[in-house]
């Protein structure tokens, strides 16, 4: 039997401080501190978020924005695939954590600690997963 795998959604607050810490034994206070640092660079959204889901009206930036970070992650990045994260009608008061832009990536990147840039790369991975096609899983 097969199943439909989709691409995860975007980081809650809760689940990157989480992945955090597993994969880097980061405390998650010391985590939002340094997602709080990221997000008042300019780097990432708003970090005190409870909802994976990213507004439609985004999709057309972030779209453009993931063709840019691409060369971060493995193939099959497809920047027109619209999958389940686009739903307006889970966005709470704020939406999934992403990165904000890569135009002064390059630059911003050498100013950041080695918990900030581990956190900027956790954001900017699962948002270029979002724009991978469902795989058949068996």
């Known amino acids: 039997m097969t199943a439909n795998t989709s691409p995860n959604l975007a980081w809650t607050l809760v689940a990157i401080q ?5 994969r880097f034994s980061y405390a998650p206070e010391a985590s939002l501190q340094a997602l709080y640092r990221l997000y008042e660079a300019g780097l990432i959204t708003y ?3 409870e909802t994976a889901h990213l507004p439609r009206a985004l999709f057309k ?3 453009k924005l993931v ?3 691409q060369h971060w992650h493995r193939d099959g990045v497809q920047p ?3 999958g ?3 739903d307006d009608e889970q966005i709470g008061s704020h939406h999934g954590i992403v990165p904000c832009k890569a135009s002064a990536v390059q630059f911003a990147l050498a ?7 581990n956190l900027y790369k ?3 991975e699962r948002f270029i997963e979002l724009f991978h096609l469902p795989t058949h899983a068996k």
């Open 18 to 22: 989480a992945a955090a810490q597993q």
């Open 47 to 49: 970090p005190r978020t």
């Open 61 to 63: 930036k972030a779209s």
């Open 67 to 69: 063709r840019k970070l």
């Open 80 to 82: 027109n695939y619209q």
């Open 84 to 86: 389940p994260v686009w």
């Open 111 to 117: 100013d950041l600690s080695i918990q900030e840039l």
């Open 122 to 124: 956790l954001v900017c």
